[in-house]
């Protein structure tokens, strides 16, 4: 419902007197599917949405920023949600396209209070700004919030900014939240009963958000989240808290297994609000220095691919990097010439021209601009062009073992991705490579997905490390799980062997079944001397370095990252190592990754007739107490040789240790360290218990 509606357009008054709901015709162009939605670009049309329930299902673009100013027309003062409400709430999709609506104006006595009132389960709004709003909640035991009154969708990559009043459950962006918030922020003044910066009640997930401002809440009030029983993960508030029940970062909590990792806030003596145990407090010269927020990834830090949530501004704090990131002008494809052009009517330095080999792209055309597709203000960029597709008939060896093909620049193992009947040879890397800004769909090599082929040749890194590795995605039309990882399917006679994966990301579907591990989805060959860092997450079997083993992993580890990308899995397997090892064997490995699951494992998810000797990870680093093979330690003691001795770890030649500074590390990666003084002082140490 709406105030002053006899005073908006012509159109919208004959519509709504004749009793008809707006028709497609009447958006800026679009038909309402998800491959052409309805296109937005007055206020009207806006409003509108909310008039034709048939609407609600549909997807939506704006196409224009809009301004809901009340001086322009009274009829922009809104008394009620003006899109979806329950019980019809809104499971459309709603674009906002990076465009900005300014001034919303609500003032209303109705339970739902917001743009939305409520978002469904399949609803999602992404990559819209609401900027000054002015909103007022006036029922007793309503929900309120800028962007939404509740959700159980997916918002993703918004923003609001202005002034909210609610009188029981009020949220900066979203109410009331039973779904997923990822890189959205928030600074207002929010005032109800249970009141958070962002949202005033989570039961879903907050993934890389964060407040600014003041909450006031009678009863709870969080910089973040007046009361939570969901997961809050990388995410800040800086804001000036008042209530009985306060927190820099979230109020308080009304259920048992709420989870909340690496979340900070600003101190009372910065100016934040107060310490009650939720999330950790920073001062104000922390909250400006990378160093203080472990386990975010920031622009600039390391691979910025799709991963990359966060930027630091200089002497400020963190902020998310879809909103500060410049966009760049598409080049892929074109000529290196028009790239130029391109570039300079941008106003886009180009630093250098790097060539390279690509499976796609022409000889002479650009591959894709470094960094891509956005990059920090002021930031000269590269152009990569390409080289054609490689002809591994030039390449000095031969791909037999005793003279494998040599691997060079990171174009080549994109190409050898589209060439599986090259995928029972050997191989070896000569030098790192960079795989930053390269972003695939699946498995590089031996993938179900493209050719039912394994890899069963041998790759030899040779002490190599291949950095930037990132996966987004992916599906299959064959009936199976999807397949995440450098390699896909190892099968029995593939061999990998000293290698090292760092910044990996790698992401998948929520709810769409998954096998992933960094370096490898299934193996079933040989894994040895081998290491990965970075950060998984995926739906299904997840695991640090290899989600399913069938054959022999050994003298390996992994760190960074592995969760569950719904946050809500309870039958799948989330572990830092190996996910499930069916009959395989896994000796003297390790591994520290964060496992972000309600039911993950340190070591192994699942271990189906399998061995898992000398097999360690961290408790502390990865919060997971349990695994189905190996022992749980300290930090400090997967540190000490003496702790490393009792376990079967001394006397291996493989690993050294910089003893109370460093996990242990592989020979070949040439840190600080000695080896581990042997023989092992208890022999039958360390076996699967």
């Known amino acids: 419902m709406r105030r002053g509606a006899i005073q908006l357009s012509c159109l919208c008054v004959i519509s709504l007197l004749a009793g008809n709901t707006i028709h497609a015709a009447e958006f800026a162009g679009g038909t309402g599917t998800s491959a052409d939605p309805y296109q937005i670009a007055t206020a009207e049309q806006l409003i509108s949405i909310g008039s034709d329930p048939n609407l609600l299902s549909k997807h939506f673009v704006m196409i224009n920023d809009i301004d809901l100013d009340p001086n322009i027309s009274p009829a922009y003062v809104l008394d009620g949600a003006a899109i979806g409400s329950v019980p019809t709430s809104f499971s459309g999709v709603f674009d906002g396209n990076g465009f900005r609506i300014c001034h919303l104006t609500i003032d209303s006595g109705e339970y ?24 007022s909640g006036r029922a007793s035991l309503g929900t309120t919030g800028a962007l939404c009154a509740t959700s159980s969708g ?150 910025d691919g799709f991963r990359i949530s966060w930027f630091m501004p200089e002497d400020s704090y963190p902020e998310l990097a879809w909103f500060s990131l410049v966009a760049l002008p598409k080049i892929s494809g074109s000529l290196i010439e028009e790239a130029y052009e391109v570039m300079e009517e941008a106003h886009v330095d180009v630093c250098d021209v790097v060539c390279d080999y690509d499976h796609a792209v022409e000889w002479g055309h650009v591959i894709m601009a470094r960094p891509d597709p956005k990059a920090s203000p002021g930031t000269a960029v590269d152009i990569v062009v390409s080289l054609g597709p490689y002809d591994w008939s030039s390449n000095p060896g031969t791909g037999e073992p005793n003279d494998p093909y040599l691997i060079l620049i990171a174009g080549q193992l994109d190409c050898l991705a589209h060439q599986p009947e090259l995928w029972n040879k050997c191989f070896a890397l000569v030098s790192d490579l960079d795989m930053a800004w ?32 990132t996966l987004d995605g992916g599906s299959t039309d064959n009936g199976l799980p999807v397949m995440s990882g450098l390699f896909g399917d190892v099968g029995p006679s593939g061999v990998i062997r000293d290698l090292g994966l760092e910044d990996v990301s790698i992401r998948g579907r929520e709810y769409e079944e998954q096998v992933a591990g960094m370096l490898c989805a299934v193996n079933g060959g040989r894994i040895e001397r081998s290491y990965c860092r970075g950060i998984l997450k995926g739906f299904g079997r997840i695991g640090g370095l290899v989600g399913r083993n069938t054959g022999v ?15 809500r899995d309870v039958q799948g397997l989330y572990a830092g190592f190996v996910a499930e090892n069916v009959l395989g064997a896994i000796t003297t490995c390790y591994a520290t990754c964060v496992v972000a699951s309600h039911h993950g494992a340190g070591l192994v998810g699942h271990n189906d007739a399998g061995s898992v000797e000398y097999g360690l990870w961290d408790v502390e680093a990865s919060g997971a107490e349990g695994s189905d093979g190996g022992i749980g330690l300290s930090t400090r003691d997967l540190m000490d040789v003496k702790v490393l001795q009792d376990n079967g770890w001394g006397g291996n030649p493989n690993w050294i240790i910089d003893a109370g500074r460093d996990y242990p590390r592989l020979i070949w990666e040439g840190t600080p360290g000695s080896l581990i003084p042997g023989p092992p002082s208890k022999p039958g140490g360390g076996k699967r218990r």
């Open 438 to 469: 390269r972003v695939y769909s699946g498995p590089l090599v031996g993938a179900h997905g493209r050719s039912g082929l394994p890899f069963g040749g041998v790759f030899r890194g040779g002490g190599h490390i291949i950095r930037g590795l």
């Open 112 to 135: 739902w209070t917001g743009l939305f009132g409520s978002v469904g389960d399949g609803g999602e709004i992404k990559r819209l700004t609401l900027d000054t709003v002015s909103i």
């Open 553 to 567: 992993i050994e003298n390996s580890y992994a760190q960074g990252k592995v969760a569950d990308i719904s946050a």
């Open 154 to 303: 997916v918002v993703r990559q918004c923003s609001v900014s202005g002034l909210v009043l609610g009188s029981d459950v009020a949220g900066g962006l979203v109410g009331w939240n039973n779904g997923i918030i990822e890189e959205c922020r928030s600074i207002c003044s929010v005032t109800a009963t249970w009141s958070g910066g962002l949202t005033g009640v989570n039961k879903g997930r907050l993934q890389d958000c964060y407040a600014s401002g003041r909450v006031s809440g009678e009863w709870y009030a969080g910089g973040l989240a007046g009361l939570i029983a969901g997961w809050v993960n990388c995410s800040y508030a800086t804001c000036q808290v008042d209530g009985i029940n306060a927190g820099g970062l979230i109020g308080g909590h009304y259920r048992l297994g709420s989870v909340i990792t690496d979340s900070y806030f600003l101190s009372s003596a910065s100016g934040g609000g107060p310490d009650n145990g939720f999330g950790i407090p920073l001062t104000s010269k922390q909250m400006k220095q990378v160093n203080s927020f472990a386990g975010w990834q920031f622009w600039g830090m390391g691979n």
